[in-house]
């Protein structure tokens, strides 16, 4: 590739310059196909657990019936919500802050509930700030599955920290998001900031 790149940076400077479409990978020939390897260790752990299915439908209900926080990557719990890490995550620290009540749309929450939704946003936002001191969050929810809802029948709320410049190539060419820390990490340090 940088050969490609310094041939067409002469080619430009020549005023040759001229954009050739790059082969795509099928069309190649069988030594020049290539395979990148993006290395995730921490995966294996994952790929390993021995686990039983939870006997709830909802995966976010099944959080709630389990006391082993780190082993849910949940960082809070208060009296109506809970903060857990997202397991795929779209930076480090992304968070979900989550109602106990099993509701698909936050205007089905009590007063109460919805109280409770803000204030510990808020205390995560703070938390996020201690350990990462992000440049700016990402802070809002996918109502419905037509709106990119992962979940659609469990309203969560979405808090991702985000930096000036965390967008790179490998989203956009590789379809690949890099996370450089492991969740059990990032739950470590959030946990301690958080109390």
């Not at 940088?2 to 067409?8: E, K, N, T, Y």
């Not at 919500?81 to 979900?96: A, C, D, E, R």
């Amino acid at each position: 590739m940088r050969l490609q790149l310094s041939a067409l940076n002469q080619h430009h400077r020549e005023g040759t310059a001229h954009v050739t479409k790059r082969p795509r990978l099928w069309d190649r020939p069988s030594p020049q196909r290539r395979l990148d390897h993006l290395y995730t260790p921490w995966r294996m752990a994952y790929l390993r657990k021995q686990s039983k299915a939870p006997e709830v439908d909802c995966v976010f209900c099944a959080k709630t019936m389990t006391t082993d926080d780190a082993s849910e990557h949940v960082v809070f719990r208060s009296d109506h919500v809970y903060v857990t890490l997202n397991i795929y995550p779209y930076n480090n620290g992304h968070l979900m802050i989550i109602p106990y009540a099993h509701v698909s749309s936050m205007e089905e929450l009590s007063p109460e509930a919805l109280t409770d939704l803000m204030l510990t946003t808020n205390r995560a936002l703070q938390a996020l700030r201690r350990v990462y001191n992000p440049n700016g969050f990402n802070v809002g929810a996918n109502l419905g599955s037509a709106a990119g809802a992962g979940i659609a029948g469990h309203f969560h709320l979405h808090v991702v920290p985000r930096w000036s410049g965390d967008t790179n190539f490998m989203p956009v060419v590789g379809g690949t998001r890099v996370i450089p820390e492991l969740l059990d990490d990032t739950w470590a340090k959030l946990r301690d900031a958080w109390e």
